[in-house]
T-cell receptor
Framework: AQRVTQPEKLLSVFKGAPVELKCNYS??????LFWYVQYSRQRLQLLLR??SRESIKGFTADLNKGETSFHLKKPFAQEEDSAMYYC???????????FGPGTSLSVIP | ETGVTQSPTHLIKTRGQQVTLRCSSQ?????VSWYQQALGQGPQFIFQ???????GRGNFPPRFSGLQFPNYSSELNVNALELDDSALYLC?????????????FGEGSRLTVL
C-alpha cells in the first residue's frame, strides 16, 4: 500500500530555532514527493516539491531513498511558519496524490 | 486566473440522506480530484476525474460517486449518509498530463451528518 507517515502530530519550536518535520513514505515505484502547507484560514497549498530542488520561504526537503524519508527543514523558524504541514507522494498515476496525517507546527515568539 | 471554487461551504444533513457537492476547476485544468478530510487527519483520496472519466479511486464505498462535466467542473455525490461521513470535502484541480503533480485546492465543503 502507498502510505505517508508523519510521526509528530504537534511540534513546537522557539523563534529562531531550527525546525525539522519528519516524513517517511512507503516504497512503491518512483514517487514524486511534496510538502503542502495550510496556514490559518487559508486553503491547502503546495510549499515545495522534490523535483524542483528549490528552497521556498527558507524551507528545504531532502529525499533519502535508502531511508524512504523526505524531511522538511528550516534553519531559523519564524512565527509566520506556524501552520499545518502535510507530506505527500504521488500514487499509481502522476496526479493521484496521497497525503500524510500532517504535523502542526507552532513557532513560539 | 480563477482558482478552484467549491459549493456549498457548509451543510448539515441527516443519516440516510443524499448530498451533492460541487467544484469548479481552475482555468486550464482538466483533472479534478476529491478528498475527504476528517477532523485531525490528512486528506484521504476519494477519486479523480480526467476528461470526464474516473481515473482512479481510493478506498471508498460505491455510495461515493462523481461526475465531471465538459467544462471540467465536477460533482461529488454521497448516498445513504452515515455519521462518519462528517468531514471537510476538498476538491483539487490540476492540468493533467504534462503537469507537475501540483494540486490546486478549493476551500472545501464542510459536511455535518446528524
Amino acid at each position: 500500500a502507498q502510505r505517508v507517515t508523519q510521526p509528530e502530530k504537534l511540534l513546537s519550536v522557539f523563534k529562531g530555532a531550527p525546525v525539522e518535520l519528519k516524513c517517511n513514505y512507503s516504497y512503491s515505484g518512483s514517487p514524486e514527493l511534496f510538502w503542502y502547507v495550510q496556514y490559518s484560514r487559508q486553503r491547502l497549498q503546495l510549499l515545495l516539491r522534490h523535483i524542483s530542488r528549490e528552497s521556498i520561504k527558507g524551507f528545504t526537503a531532502d529525499l533519502n531513498k535508502g531511508e524512504t524519508s523526505f524531511h522538511l527543514k528550516k534553519p531559523f523558524a519564524q512565527e509566520e511558519d506556524s501552520a499545518m504541514y502535510y507530506c505527500a507522494r504521488t500514487g499509481t498515476s502522476y496526479d493521484k496524490v496521497i497525503f500524510g496525517p500532517g504535523t502542526s507546527l507552532s513557532v513560539i515568539p | 486566473e480563477t482558482g478552484v471554487t467549491q459549493s456549498p461551504t457548509h451543510l448539515i444533513k441527516t443519516r440516510g440522506q443524499q448530498v451533492t457537492l460541487r467544484c469548479s476547476s481552475q482555468s486550464g485544468h482538466n483533472t479534478v480530484s476529491w478528498y475527504q478530510q476528517a477532523l485531525g487527519q490528512g486528506p484521504q483520496f476519494i477519486f479523480q476525474y480526467y476528461r470526464e472519466e474516473e481515473n482512479g479511486r481510493g478506498n471508498f464505498p460505491p455510495r461515493f460517486s462523481g461526475l465531471q462535466f465538459p467544462n471540467y467542473s465536477s460533482e461529488l455525490n454521497v448516498n445513504a449518509l452515515e455519521l462518519d461521513d462528517s468531514a471537510l470535502y476538498l476538491c483539487a484541480s490540476s492540468p493533467g498530463w504534462g503537469g507537475t503533480g501540483e494540486l490546486f485546492f478549493g476551500e472545501g465543503s464542510r459536511l455535518t451528518v446528524l
